[in-house]
C-alpha cells in the first residue's frame, strides 16, 4: 500500500514543504520528483500524479515551491522560472539522500509549465536520468509573442516592480477570470475555479504583475537541445501551444517519444482517461529507462 510522508527540505533561503509518496515494496526504489502548472500548489495536480506513480512503484515527491501553498518565501505567488528551476534541483537533492530512494534512478515528471522547469534542472542536473512531460506548456519568445501582449504586459510589470522596489507592497492580480482582463488567464477556466477539480480554498488564485519578464523572456524550446537524457511527451492536439511541444521535441538530443492522445489542457490535471493515459505511459517510460547499471 502506498504511504506518504510530509517532509520539509532547504531550497536556499527557503524551506520547501512537500508530500513524498511511497510504493508498499521496492526499497531503495527509483525516484520522481513531480511537479505541476505555473502558479499551482501541490494538492491541484502534483499530488495526484506522485500517487498514481507511486502506485506503480515509484517513489514521488510533490513539493510546493518557493512562495506558494505550505512552504517559505516572499514574496508569494510570484512566478520566477530560473527560482523553480533551482527548487527542482534541490528536490532532486532531497530524493537522492533519501534511505528508501536509489539516488541512481532518478526522473522528474513536469504537468504543463512544469515541462519548462524540469527540463531547466535536467540540461544541467546528471542526476535526473530521464524525463516524462504531461500537456507540456512550452515556449520560447516567439511563442510568447503570439500568445501575449508583450509590450502592455513588461510596461504593467515594469510599474509593479518598481512599487515593490520602493514600498514592499506586491500588485496582484488574478491568475484566472473571465471578467479581468488583466488576468494571467483571462477567462474562465473551469478547473481553476471549480472547488471539486482545482478551485482549492488554500490555493489564492494571484500572479504577482512584476512576474512577467521572467515568465515570458524563458526559453524552453532552447533547452532541447542540451538534453541527452531519454524524454517522453504526452500531449494532444487540442492541450496548449502543441507546435511548441513538437518544436521542442524535434530539437531533443537524446532518446526521445511522443505519445499523443485526445482532451484538452485541463483534462490532463485531473480528468479521465488523460491522467492514466498519462501517467500509465510515464510510468512504462520510467521502467525502460530508470534500470540498474
Given at each position: 500500500?502506498?504511504?506518504v510522508?510530509?517532509?520539509?527540505?532547504?531550497?536556499?533561503?527557503?524551506?520547501?514543504?512537500?508530500?513524498?509518496?511511497?510504493p508498499?515494496?521496492?526499497?531503495?526504489?527509483?525516484?520522481?520528483?513531480?511537479?505541476?502548472?505555473?502558479?499551482?500548489?501541490?494538492e491541484q495536480m502534483?499530488?495526484?500524479?506522485?500517487?498514481?506513480?507511486?502506485?506503480?512503484?515509484?517513489?514521488?515527491?510533490s513539493?510546493d515551491?518557493?512562495?506558494?501553498?505550505?512552504?517559505?518565501?516572499?514574496?508569494?505567488?510570484h512566478e520566477?522560472?530560473?527560482?523553480k528551476?533551482?527548487?527542482?534541483?534541490?528536490?532532486?537533492?532531497?530524493?537522492?539522500?533519501h534511505?528508501a530512494i536509489?539516488?541512481?534512478?532518478l526522473?522528474?515528471?513536469g504537468?504543463?509549465?512544469a515541462?519548462?522547469?524540469m527540463?531547466?534542472?535536467?540540461?544541467d542536473?546528471?542526476?535526473?536520468r530521464?524525463?516524462?512531460l504531461?500537456?507540456?506548456w512550452?515556449?520560447?519568445?516567439?511563442?510568447?509573442?503570439?500568445?501575449?501582449s508583450?509590450a502592455g504586459?513588461l510596461?504593467?510589470a515594469?510599474r509593479?516592480?518598481?512599487?515593490?522596489?520602493?514600498?514592499?507592497?506586491v500588485?496582484?492580480?488574478p491568475v484566472?477570470s473571465?471578467?479581468?482582463?488583466?488576468?494571467?488567464?483571462?477567462?474562465?477556466i473551469?478547473?481553476?475555479l471549480?472547488?471539486?477539480?482545482?478551485g482549492l480554498p488554500?490555493w489564492p488564485?494571484?500572479?504577482?504583475?512584476?512576474?512577467?519578464?521572467?515568465?515570458?523572456?524563458?526559453?524552453?524550446?532552447s533547452?532541447?537541445?542540451?538534453?541527452?537524457?531519454?524524454?517522453?511527451?504526452?500531449?494532444?492536439?487540442?492541450a496548449?501551444?502543441?507546435?511548441g511541444?513538437r518544436?521542442?521535441?524535434?530539437?531533443?538530443a537524446?532518446?526521445?517519444?511522443?505519445?499523443?492522445?485526445?482532451g484538452?489542457?485541463?483534462?490532463f490535471?485531473?480528468?479521465?482517461p488523460q491522467?492514466?493515459?498519462?501517467?500509465?505511459a510515464?510510468?512504462a517510460?520510467f521502467?525502460?529507462?530508470?534500470v540498474?547499471?
Amino acid at each position: 500500500m502506498t504511504t506518504v510522508q510530509k517532509v520539509k527540505f532547504p531550497a536556499g533561503d527557503a524551506t520547501l514543504t512537500g508530500n513524498l509518496f511511497l510504493p508498499a515494496d521496492a526499497d531503495p526504489a527509483p525516484g520522481i520528483v513531480v511537479a505541476g502548472t505555473w502558479t499551482s500548489i501541490k494538492e491541484q495536480m502534483a499530488d495526484r500524479y506522485a500517487e498514481r506513480l507511486a502506485d506503480r512503484g515509484f517513489a514521488a515527491l510533490s513539493f510546493d515551491f518557493t512562495g506558494y501553498g505550505e512552504s517559505e518565501g516572499e514574496p508569494r505567488d510570484h512566478e520566477v522560472p530560473q527560482r523553480k528551476v533551482r527548487d527542482i534541483n534541490h528536490a532532486v537533492t532531497f530524493l537522492a539522500q533519501h534511505p528508501a530512494i536509489d539516488a541512481s534512478r532518478l526522473g522528474a515528471l513536469g504537468v504543463c509549465a512544469a515541462a519548462m522547469y524540469m527540463s531547466g534542472n535536467a540540461a544541467d542536473d546528471p542526476r535526473i536520468r530521464s524525463l516524462a512531460l504531461v500537456a507540456p506548456w512550452l515556449h520560447d519568445p516567439a511563442i510568447c509573442q503570439e500568445v501575449y501582449s508583450i509590450a502592455g504586459k513588461l510596461a504593467e510589470a515594469a510599474r509593479a516592480r518598481a512599487t515593490y522596489e520602493a514600498t514592499g507592497d506586491v500588485e496582484y492580480v488574478p491568475v484566472v477570470s473571465g471578467s479581468d482582463p488583466r488576468a494571467a488567464m483571462p477567462f474562465d477556466i473551469d478547473f481553476y475555479l471549480n472547488p471539486d477539480r482545482g478551485g482549492l480554498p488554500q490555493w489564492p488564485n494571484r500572479f504577482a504583475v512584476m512576474a512577467w519578464p521572467g515568465w515570458l523572456g524563458y526559453d524552453s524550446i532552447s533547452l532541447a537541445s542540451r538534453l541527452t537524457q531519454p524524454v517522453l511527451l504526452v500531449h494532444s492536439e487540442d492541450a496548449a501551444i502543441p507546435d511548441g511541444a513538437r518544436r521542442f521535441h524535434a530539437a531533443l538530443a537524446g532518446p526521445k517519444e511522443f505519445v499523443w492522445t485526445e482532451g484538452d489542457q485541463f483534462a490532463f490535471y485531473d480528468q479521465e482517461p488523460q491522467v492514466t493515459t498519462a501517467v500509465n505511459a510515464a510510468a512504462a517510460h520510467f521502467a525502460s529507462t530508470l534500470v540498474v547499471g
